[in-house]
DNA sequence: CGACACTTTGACGCACTTCAAAGGGGGTGG
DNA sequence: CCACCCCCTTTGAAGTGCGTCAAAGTGTCG
């Protein structure tokens, strides 16, 4: 149902040059990676992998916004986790993906085989430390994401405003890039909830919106109380 | 108000071969760790590091039971993780404690410098790659957290003895180490919550409880059901 | 045996879910 | 360019699972 814009043949013959001027202090294994990674593209609602699939690849993403999730039997789905330009993910451990990958919007990424990575890890110690502190940082993500989900409906929202303004390095003005259900199954609440929660925030002053997916923090103190 | 039984300065005299003849097969960067960590003991409740404490240590626990946990800022509790011996804790890769450790019951435990461990890992990469994976292993676990947390109360709690029975390797008999309320913080329920539901799901005759920390998983079917 | 900590049980309230329907907003065809 | 449609979001009303407050039961250690 889902279909890749671009398959791995076609874009294995994509210029590896393109991407190959960016400095190398912008993110960590900023070089190595774009020395050795294929472009690629995914067109909004693609699936760049799934659930259970071998983890051959590692993802670094170029621009679009990616989610990973996972359905459970009952047909629940669970958000994992957004990702941002300049994010690595894919990197599991046991080579098996534990979520599924998905394009939210339009996606420009690379795509580098993950025995390269390790070999080339296997020899430079600084690669391999830079790997592992990807995983690290990943960990810690999931432990704020574990502290979320044990709050208030407010609480959630207001953390998960406050963690994606964070993210985008942005002034108070997010576009939100995700669906209100790509938040809720983020969140752990529903759709209802989550809509309910931010015009309660609107009309207490917190944020404005002036669309449903642009979002204005009028009162980060207020938002960050919430976040008890 | 939690001390140690052991500190710094006392363990470091104790000696290091005590448990040196652990067969190398058994875990993970056993035997490297053997060799340079050192034996240590913690009475019931003692802290084993603090919450935003420089994470200089990386723990090997031999026997008892760890938790991990951090307080809101509103006094809730929430426990990340439970530790049975032969895991490995307190590897974090930004040199801070994002959670407290704590010892549940009598523990037993080698502490390994970090900085030690490193220097190792950067001249043998198959340590590095250990390293990498024990963090790897975490992260899988934290994912696991995150979808009990987004279930109902009887999901959570038979997912919890599930996960349990599962890494003590036991028949059906499990002999819990925590209290109510540990379990509660770990599942973000109340422990008035939890303790129904354990009685509920005796009820239904999916366990037992002959006393209130011994659980006898009757039907891990129907379990496994509510696992959903 | 008594004190204390932990666990269980009960009654009630509330936050979030569920079910239902009414807005937008953006793209396409007439 | 307007009209219509489809999808996403918002709003409303009612139900319920879990939390809160309270008290009784159970096991353990001095």
Same mark, same amino acid.
């Given at each position: ?15 590896r ?5 960016? =400095? ?9 990676? !774009?020395?050795?990674?294929? =472009?690629m ?9 799934? !659930? ?7 993802y ?18 669970q958000?994992g986790?957004?990702?941002? =330009?300049?994010?690595?993910f ?27 990575? !390790? ?43 406050? &963690? ?10 997010? &576009?939100? =890039?995700?669906?209100?259900?790509d ?9 209802e ?15 404005a ?20």
């Amino acid at each position: 149902m889902l279909t890749h814009t671009t398959n791995f043949s076609i874009a294995r013959n994509v210029s590896r040059n393109a991407l190959a001027a960016v =400095p190398a202090s912008s993110h960590e294994l900023t070089g190595s990676l !774009e020395m050795m990674g294929t =472009p690629m593209s995914f067109a909004r609602n693609a699936e760049i992998y799934g !659930e259970n699939e071998p983890a051959e690849y590692l993802y670094k993403l170029i621009g679009g916004t990616v989610r990973t999730s996972k359905i459970l039997s009952d047909g629940r789905r669970q958000v994992g986790e957004f990702y941002l =330009p300049g994010d690595i993910f894919g990197l599991e451990m046991d080579g098996v993906h534990a979520f599924s990958a998905e394009a939210i919007s339009e996606v420009k990424l690379l795509v580098v085989k993950r025995s390269a990575v !390790e070999a080339l890890a296997a020899r430079d110690h600084e690669i391999a430390r830079q790997l592992w502190a990807t995983t690290g940082r990943e960990l810690r993500r999931v432990h704020g994401h574990v502290l979320l989900l044990i709050k208030t409906a407010q609480e959630r929202v207001a953390g998960f405003l406050l &963690e994606m303004a964070e993210r985008v390095k942005s002034t108070d003005q997010i &576009e939100l =890039p995700m669906s209100r259900q790509d938040i809720a199954d983020y969140l752990g609440l529903t759709i209802e909830t989550v809509s309910r929660t931010l015009t309660s925030l609107e009309n207490s002053a917190a944020i404005a919106l002036p669309s449903s997916r642009h979002v204005v923090l009028r009162n980060r103190a207020a938002l960050r109380r919430l976040n008890a």
